[in-house]
């Protein structure tokens, strides 16, 4: 059974930081791509930035020189790093096994966890 325990978030001023982390259960984790979503309220889920099993990072445009993420196969957790955050990057952050292709990422979209509020005030 896949787990996926979400934490390190909080209310913060934009231009803060937070780091997130992930601690992942039931699956092979060196084996997946990892992802961080986050779904901001009225909004879909949408994509922040994914990782494949060799360390090549991809990020979305509205994130791209703020976000960094990482992974410790030895630890199975998966973490974001956000610095200089926007009111805009309010919302509950998920992290998600998958697979990635040329630089698409295919969720498991089976597993989540319960996700971790990020609120950025202004």
């Known amino acids: 059974q896949v787990q996926l325990v979400e934490s390190g978030g909080g209310l913060v001023q934009a231009g803060g930081s937070l780091r997130l982390s992930c601690a992942a259960s039931?699956?092979?984790?060196?084996?997946?791509?990892m992802a961080w979503y986050r779904q901001a309220p009225g909004k879909q889920r949408e994509l922040v930035a994914h990782i494949t099993t060799g360390g090549t990072t991809n990020y979305a445009d509205s994130v791209k020189g703020r976000f960094t993420i990482s992974r410790d196969n030895a630890k199975n957790t998966l973490y974001l790093q956000m610095n200089s955050l926007r009111p805009e990057d309010t919302g509950v952050y998920y992290c998600?096994?998958?697979?990635?292709?040329?630089?698409?990422?295919?969720?498991?979209?089976?597993?989540w966890g319960q996700g971790t509020q990020v609120t950025v005030s202004s």
């Open positions: 998600n096994p998958g697979t990635a292709v040329s630089g698409t990422y295919y969720p498991d979209s089976s597993s």
């Open positions: 039931g699956i092979v984790f060196s084996g997946n791509a």
